[in-house]
T-cell receptor, first 115, second 110 residues
């Protein structure tokens, strides 16, 4: 059974640019959640996708958007990057209606640095 | 979101048991108690969860107070690989988001 794979592992962007981060969920998992983790803090929920639809959103502005594809993989897009967007972005997958009961599987994250 | 309180840091010696406490005095009857840990340069890893009864798995044990206002994650024999940030999280289940605090940073001394 494969785990959650995220790409790229690191990238550097300039303020104002746009970025796309990618996530392949664990085999059989069709629910994907994205989290942002600033240095020294716990992860913060951005949004979740289930059956290609957004299924819950945290306190993040609309310039954070996402997609889920029929194969359950997902993308996180961030427009108009700001310095404060520098963080570790984590993807987590789960089975529907089981994540918070039976555990999410997290990827190792994408480290985004905005300069 | 129901909140949890954990010590910022704890230390342990290798091969000794570790008891990581978590207070959640505002827990509701439908909140599950979850523990995740995050090793350096990794994403969080599910450790264990429970509702009312104590739970055991291959990684750890979870002891839940009778009034459910506190719980303790028990690592029976700490190893250097157990050095991580441990998060105690309450969740109502389903596909509900996880609300992370700052967690407890566990240092394991050889």
């Amino acid at each position: 059974e494969t785990g959650v794979t995220q790409s790229p592992t690191h990238l550097i962007k300039t303020r104002g640019q746009q970025v796309t981060l990618r996530c392949s969920s664990q085999s059989g998992h069709n629910t994907v959640s994205w989290y942002q983790q600033a240095l020294g803090q716990g992860p913060q929920f951005i949004f979740q996708y289930y059956r290609e639809e957004e299924n819950g959103r945290g306190n993040f502005p609309p310039r954070f958007s996402g997609l889920q594809f029929p194969n359950y993989s997902s993308e996180l897009n961030v427009n108009a990057l700001e310095l404060d967007d520098s963080a570790l972005y984590l993807c987590a997958s789960s089975l529907p209606r089981q994540g918070a009961n039976y555990g999410y599987t997290f990827g190792s994250g994408t480290r985004l640095t905005v300069v | 979101d129901a909140k949890t309180t954990q010590p910022n840091s704890m230390e342990s010696n290798e091969e000794e048991p570790v008891h990581l406490p978590c207070n959640h005095s505002t827990i509701s009857g439908t909140d599950y108690i979850h523990w995740y840990r995050q090793l350096p340069s990794q994403g969080p890893e599910y450790v264990i969860h429970g509702l009312t009864s104590n739970v055991n798995n291959r990684m750890a044990s979870l002891a839940i107070a009778e009034d459910r206002k506190s719980s303790t994650l028990i690592l029976h024999r700490a190893t250097l690989r157990d050095a991580a940030v441990y998060y105690c999280i309450l969740s109502k289940g389903g596909s509900e988001k996880l609300v992370f605090g700052k967690g407890t940073k566990l240092t394991v001394n050889p």
